[in-house]
């Protein structure tokens, strides 16, 4: 009796799977009919709904949540610069291809979005008047994974989108490894967190003043503050 009853879910989930849109439209038309807010906020739960028994639930960028622009805030950390003619390029490419990339971001105890890659992509949607029209004043968001929401495995995720694009400025990444030391991570740990080599991390702390930190450090033996030359500098700022 089990076994039949088996075949005969087997069968209908069957039926199912190749009909579910046919049960799907009648609610589709009704969505159509309400306002963009309730629209929004409707299709968002579908879309978590189907994200939660998704086999790719596990990629944040899954599950992309449309969130009021007025809800996502920047961090207060990201060491990554944009130049306004590269500005300009950004906000020319969201006007004319449209959002391809979503905004990375995890939510705050306030219920907010704090963002950890995309300012900029959030700042055009907020700040252009046309962008921001045209998307009805929110933005596209995905969610970290639950193990990155400690501020130092923010902060990290934020330089690993960053570095591979975009400038970084040297004292804020320098600012980044400080904190990063006194949450206690070891060079070692910042390195392969951040995408570095030990002697980048080195040259950022003694940049800032803090190579007394890794005076103990075995690769600290070749490099001291005065093999620092101009290229040197240079390259730091592009990492």
């Avoid at 086999?55 to 449309?66: C, G, L, M, Q, R």
């Avoid at 951040?194 to 002697?199: R, T, W």
């Amino acid at each position: 009796m089990e076994n039949k009853n088996f075949e005969l879910f087997n069968e209908e989930k069957e039926i199912k799977a190749h009909e579910i849109l046919n049960y799907l439209i009648p609610i589709f038309s009704l969505i159509e009919s309400f306002d963009i807010d309730e629209k929004i906020d409707v299709i968002n739960s579908i879309r978590e709904q189907l994200h939660l028994i998704s086999p790719f639930k596990t990629e944040p960028v899954d599950f992309v949540k449309w969130v009021k622009n007025t809800d996502v805030h920047a961090n207060d950390y990201n060491p990554n610069s944009v130049a306004p003619p590269e500005m300009e390029l950004l906000r020319l490419s969201i006007a004319s291809d449209g959002y391809t990339q979503p905004i990375v971001s995890m939510p705050d105890e306030k219920g907010l979005h704090e963002v950890i890659d995309g300012f900029h992509r959030h700042r055009v949607g907020k700040e252009c008047k046309d962008i921001q029209s045209r998307v009805h004043g929110y933005l596209p968001l995905v969610r970290i994974r639950d193990s990155q929401t400690e501020k130092t495995d923010r902060m990290a995720a934020t330089i690993r989108h960053n570095r591979a694009r975009g400038k970084h400025k040297v004292e804020a990444m320098s600012d980044i490894v400080i904190e990063l030391k006194r949450r206690n991570w070891s060079e070692e740990k910042i390195a392969k967190n951040l995408g570095m080599e030990p002697d980048e991390v080195l040259r950022l702390c003694q940049i800032s003043g803090l190579a007394e930190l890794f005076k103990d450090d075995e690769f600290s033996k070749s490099w001291d503050i005065e093999h620092l030359d101009a290229d040197s500098i240079d390259d730091v700022e592009l990492i």
